[in-house]
Structures are given as C-alpha cells and as structure tokens.
C-alpha cells in the first residue's frame, strides 16, 4: 500500500512538473514578441529628419546667392550695352542713308528725316524735310562708292544723340566728269515713338 502511494506520489509531482513547464514555455514566448517590437525602437529617425531639413537649408542659400549676383550684374552692364545698342543702331541709319544718296532712293532719305527738319547744305543753303527730298530728287550723279567714315556718336540723355562723321563719295557727275569728294556732317537724331530720326544737319565740303 505504501508503495502505491509512493508511485502515486511520484506521478502526481511528474504532472505538476510537466503543468509547471508548460507554463514557463509560453512565458518564454514574450521574447519573440520583444524582437518583433525591437526593430520600433529606431523611433530617432525623426530626430535625423530635422538634421536632412537643417543640412538642406545651407544648400538652398548659396543657390539662391548664385540666382542674386547674374541679377546685379546685368543691371550694372545695362546702361552700357543701352549705349552700344544706340551707337550701333545710328551708325547703322547713317551708313543706310549715305548708300540711300547713291541709289537715289528718296523713300530711305524720306524716312530717316524728321518732318520738322531743318539742314544745312554745303552751299549755306537752309533746308526743310521737302528741300531736302527736292535736292535728292536733282541729283543726277553716278556713284561708284559712297561710304561714311570715322562715325562718332555722342548721347544726350536717352533719346537724343549727334553723329559727326564723314561722307566720301566717289563717281561720275551729270556733265560726265569724275568726282570725288568728302562732306564733313553733324546729324542730330531723335527717338520717337521707337524710332530714330535725324531731326537737324549741318554738312560742309572738305577741301
């Protein structure tokens, strides 16, 4: 009798044992669950996103410095390209004209001249806008070369500019004689409403 109950005793603790294990073994199961929630613990990403937006904003700065100084620097170069563009541009107009006497194209002459004109021709004579064209219309002269010589162009404010220069023209003339010639000039141009025109001329003939 003693004896059974000595198994009995001995089968009911291997029970409870087993009960005791089984019961540990899920407690051991919180470890897989502690490296599922591990890999949340790099929650400091945030902290290095203000680092991204702190290290973008000093790259930002020197482009935006860059975008700056082009900006300056057109604006100092303005006034003289402005210049450059009107000195062309009036050299250009004086070379058309000079070439508009050889081919005794009245429309050119016509539309370069202001119609509140006044010239001075070579022989002391005053002209107006219609003079002018009335000369043009007279001459007779056959041009083998008519070209304009050391152009200066002086500027009085935005609008208003003087060319001095030299006409040097080259030919045959209506009683069949050659010709060749200078007129030392002095052109005063006016920008209107977009446009140059010379609006006083004064011409002499070089000796």
């Known amino acids: 009798m003693k004896l059974i109950t000595s198994l009995l005793g001995i089968v009911a603790l291997s029970f409870v044992t087993s009960a005791l294990a089984q019961e540990e073994s ?3 199961s919180p470890e897989p669950n502690a490296s599922t929630t591990a890999p949340e613990a790099p929650v400091p990403a945030p902290s290095a996103a203000p680092e991204t ?7 930002e700065q ?6 700056e100084k082009p900006a300056a620097a057109k604006t100092a170069a303005a006034p003289s390209g402005k210049r450059m563009s009107v000195e062309a541009a ?4 004086e070379n058309r004209w000079e070439a ?11 539309s370069m001249t202001a119609d509140d004109f006044a010239g001075v021709n070579f022989d002391g004579k005053v002209m107006s806008k219609s003079g002018l064209i009335a000369e043009s219309k007279k001459d007779r002269d056959t041009y083998k070369s008519a070209v304009n010589e050391k152009l200066a ?5 935005p609008n208003v500019a ?3 220069g030299t006409a040097h023209e080259k030919g045959t003339g209506k009683d069949g004689q050659p ?3 200078k007129f030392r000039f002095t052109d005063t141009w006016v920008e209107r409403n977009g446009q140059w025109q010379c609006v006083a001329s004064e011409i002499m003939k070089v000796p």
């Open 179 to 181: 010709f060749d010639r």
């Open 26 to 28: 899920p407690s051991a």
């Open 62 to 67: 020197p482009s935006a410095q860059k975008k």
């Open 53 to 59: 937006r702190a290290t973008a904003t000093p790259t």
């Open 153 to 157: 162009v002086h500027t009085y404010g």
């Open 100 to 110: 508009a006497i050889a081919k005794h194209d009245i429309a050119i002459i016509g």
């Open 90 to 93: 009036l050299k250009d107009d």
């Open 162 to 164: 003087v060319v001095v």
